[in-house]
């Protein structure tokens, strides 16, 4: 991921639209794709008045009785919560935290019973992190809020000390930068523009005047548009580093605003070649300043990482074989990967232990299942699908014989609405589930029409809909996820809604035992595609894209 606020602002919006808030926010538009489910009035729970799917009565279907006794009396979801967030942590692709989280996978499902492995399909850059420290020396003394970047340089072990310096506007042509960088040796050098106030857009909503604000607005953009020129001759975060590099220059700052006091957005790359830290907003702006006005900012900076080279990655998949049709396949679907400011705790360590509590009720529950059950824990999904993507390509047999497929990425709160993508005959299958269910868990839950397009990104459903696989998205009420959370430092398991990941876990239990169950096949009929305003006649389908299997083929 890009880390210059101008790209990281068009990610939010691209790669992750923002989600509804609040009650009324249960449509999501569905990552990258998919079908808005827009609320019918504002207000939870739903009833059998407003929803055709919302039992008046108690559920008859005795396997539904046995999944919902053991996901709601007998939850292990929380404890498997605060093993995998606490004492795990988070899960950078190609990481060594990744891989001892993987190992904690296949060791709890294998308690349980339940065969799991990790399937390689490729390399990612190894790293091995990490704790960052630093200080303010010059002109005062202070501590400074940093985390480690993803994939950072460490420091060898020792302090490094310098001066730290903005890209001065004399920057104005690859020449003048090609002249600047030499002098950036011993130095480190500042890659974003800093917020100039560091409160939240509702304060200056709501106590600001006309005039303040619209000051606000335009000196932010001028400084920013300003500093993203001159990184632009820098050829952004990963182009700098190496130049700093061979200019012995010390380490990169960097910075990446969530719109919340005291929350940043900490991403990575493993193109930055020199040690590399996240500094909080104050301390970010304070060091931006002393340099700007030439009052010589100077740091000393400890980095606890390693980069290890390419190591093999894989996905985990765990499996429980099918007694009648054991060449059809139930999938239960979330990327495991995550960044490393937090926990990954929502993002997606949420999605990940809905599927894996899923798992395990379904195994106390619904241990001889029709079909196959297979989860698929993906890796490198924040590096664009890669696990998925790797997964349908290594797996025809599964994406041929797939009878539904349930995925969930965007939080801890309650599902709150079914898709069913381009699948224009699924709808009804998704609603005959839904009404064999307590209403406890389908009173949340809006369910879609189809949508004129398959998704085409933001989760690993996507790689399967592109296929013409019937895999959903299940969408959860927002917590505030992408300021709070998503890919934050504080993204940790006290954000954790527990009644929302045990309804869910459950939810997802009954989802699969009853497509597992279900007489008939998922129907692939696809909706019309939407169409295009420049023809006016239907886009056509997308192409696939392809799994990226080495971080070298990919420019994030
Ligand atoms: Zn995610």
């Known amino acids: 991921m890009k880390r210059s606020l101008v790209l990281l602002a068009a990610m939010l919006v691209i790669a992750h639209p923002i989600i509804a808030q609040g009650r009324g926010g249960g449509g999501r538009g569905g990552r990258g794709g998919g079908a808005t489910v827009a609320p019918a009035n504002n207000s939870w729970p739903l009833t059998a008045d407003s929803a055709s799917y919302i039992r008046r009565t108690p559920p008859t279907d005795p396997g539904i009785q046995r999944i919902f006794a053991e996901g709601f009396q007998r939850s292990q979801v929380m404890k498997l919560a605060q093993q995998l967030l606490d004492s795990v942590g988070p899960r950078l692709t190609g990481s060594l935290g990744m891989e001892s989280a993987q190992r904690y996978l296949v060791h709890t499902y294998t308690s349980w019973g339940i065969p799991a492995r990790i399937e390689n399909y490729g390399t990612w850059a190894g790293w091995s992190g990490g704790t960052a420290h630093a200080d303010l020396l010059f002109p005062r003394l ?60 509702r304060q200056w909503q709501e106590f600001g005047s006309e005039e303040s604000r619209a000051a606000n607005q335009r000196d932010q953009a001028a400084l920013q548009q300003g500093y993203s020129s001159r990184m632009v001759y820098a050829n952004g975060p990963n182009g700098l ?57 100077r740091i000393r900076l400890l980095v606890q990482a390693e980069r290890l080279g390419e190591r093999p990655v894989g996905n985990v998949i765990a499996r429980i074989n099918g007694t009648q049709l054991p060449n059809e396949y139930v999938l239960l679907s979330a990327h495991f990967d995550s960044f490393t400011g937090g926990s990954g705790a929502t993002d997606n360590g949420t999605g990940s232990l809905v599927m894996f509590e899923a798992m395990r009720i379904l195994k106390a529950a619904y241990p001889n299942p029709k079909r196959t059950i297979i989860a698929g824990h993906w890796n490198g999904e924040e590096q664009g699908l890669n696990g998925s993507r790797a997964f349908v390509e290594d797996h025809p ?23 069913p993508g381009p ?51 299940l969408g959860a009420l927002s917590w505030d996820y992408s300021s709070t959370t998503w890919h934050t430092m504080r993204d940790t398991y006290d954000k954790v809604v527990p009644e929302d990941l045990r309804n869910n876990a459950t939810l997802v239990a009954m989802l699969v035992y009853l497509a597992s169950e279900d007489p008939q096949k998922m129907p692939r009929d696809l909706a019309p595609m939407a169409n295009d305003p420049a023809t006016d006649q239907p886009r056509p389908w997308p192409t696939c894209a392809r799994s990226i299997r080495t971080s070298m083929q990919s420019n994030r």
């Open 142 to 201: 202070r501590s400074l809020e940093v985390h480690p970047m993803g994939w950072t340089e460490g420091t060898g072990g020792q302090w490094l000390e310098g001066d730290v310096v903005i890209i001065p506007e004399s920057v104005t042509s690859p020449e003048a930068f090609n002249a600047w960088i030499p002098s950036a040796r011993g130095k480190f050098v500042m890659v974003s523009a800093p917020r100039l106030s560091c409160r939240m857009p």
């Open 241 to 297: 580093s190496t130049r700093l590099q061979e200019a012995g220059g010390l380490g990169i700052l960097s910075f990446g605003w969530s719109n919340y006091p005291g929350i940043n957005k900490v991403f990575g790359s493993p193109r930055v070649v020199v040690p590399n830290v996240d500094v909080g907003c104050e301390d970010y702006g304070l060091l931006f300043r002393l340099a700007q006005n030439n009052q010589s900012p």
């Open 397 to 419: 047999e599964i994406v041929a014989g797939l009878q539904a497929g349930f995925n969930q990425d965007n939080g801890t709160g309650r599902v709150s609405s079914l898709s």
């Open 423 to 473: 699948f224009s005959n699924a709808r009804p299958a998704l609603e005959r589930y839904l009404s064999a269910m307590p209403s406890e868990v389908t009173q949340w839950i809006r369910l879609g029409n189809a949508s004129s397009s398959p998704a085409t990104g933001g989760s690993d459903h996507a790689s399967f809909q592109c296929l013409k696989a019937p895999a959903f998205g």
